[in-house]
T-cell receptor, first 117, second 111 residues
Framework: GAVVSQHPSWVICKSGTSVKIECRSL??????MFWYRQFPKQSLMLMAT?????????EQGVEKDKFLINHASLTLSTLTVTSAHPEDSSFYIC?????????????FGPGTRLTVT | RKEVEQDPGPFNVPEGATVAFNCTYS??????FFWYRQDCRKEPKLLMS???SGNEDGRFTAQLNRASQYISLLIRDSKLSDSATYLC????????????FGKGTHLIIQP
């Protein structure tokens, strides 16, 4: 089956530092990947759509200069949280849409738990 | 109005019982509908897609009512391993593949 990995699984960083999260599709190519965020007891919220070879599309209210997305290859997208603050602490989950497959298919990574102190 | 609404529960149900969850969505032009399952501190996993004609996968039955903008999930003969949060998920916008998630319904199956 389709596997998506994320690294790191969890990270604790100090306020003001930047954190990079990687999302990889291990056995399929994905021109399109998605980044979601989930706060405790809340639903997953789509942050942005990442497209290989072009700029990401951000959802309303998500600062593109704070959450930098780079989709450099068909199997890798990265999310960099710049100048992280405690309110950025959350569970960040990526998903990847296989280039070959049903239009609705998305496979989720295991998530990255970010804690900013 | 929230885009995808679910009763958060928790639903405490004895093993072997039948339980049903409902979900409503706000955008009548929504394209695709799904139920995902999310275990504590894990990523969501696709349980099943939901079709207008209704569909069944083993003990799980999903139904969609487009007129009422309403989706349901029925679990029969519930198992302890069914304990999880069930997320109602909708692809709302034509041309966009990002998913809109409900907050989830927490289900606890009791022995």
């Amino acid at each position: 089956g389709a596997v998506v990995s994320q690294h790191p699984s969890w990270v604790i960083c100090k306020s003001g530092t930047s954190v990079k999260i990687e999302c990889r599709s291990l056995d399929f190519q994905a021109t399109t990947m998605f980044w979601y965020r989930q706060f405790p007891k809340q639903s997953l919220m789509l942050m942005a759509t990442s497209n290989e070879g072009s700029k990401a599309t951000y959802e309303q209210g998500v600062e593109k200069d704070k959450f930098l997305i780079n989709h450099a290859s068909l199997t890798l997208s990265t999310l960099t949280v710049t100048s992280a603050h405690p309110e950025d602490s959350s569970f960040y989950i990526c998903s990847a849409k296989p280039d070959r497959g049903a239009s609705y298919e998305q496979y989720f990574g295991p998530g990255t738990r970010l804690t900013v102190t | 109005r929230k885009e995808v609404e679910q009763d958060p529960g928790p639903f405490n149900v004895p093993e072997g019982a039948t339980v049903a969850f409902n979900c409503t969505y706000s955008n009548s032009a929504s394209q695709s509908f799904f139920w995902y399952r999310q275990d504590c501190r894990k990523e969501p996993k696709l349980l099943m897609s939901v079709y207008s004609s209704g569909n069944e996968d083993g003990r799980f039955t999903a139904q969609l009512n487009r007129a009422s903008q309403y989706i349901s999930l029925l679990i029969r003969d519930s198992k302890l391993s069914d304990s999880a949060t069930y997320l109602c998920v909708v692809n709302m916008y034509l041309g966009a593949d990002g998913l809109t998630f409900g907050k989830g319904t927490h289900l606890i199956i009791q022995p």
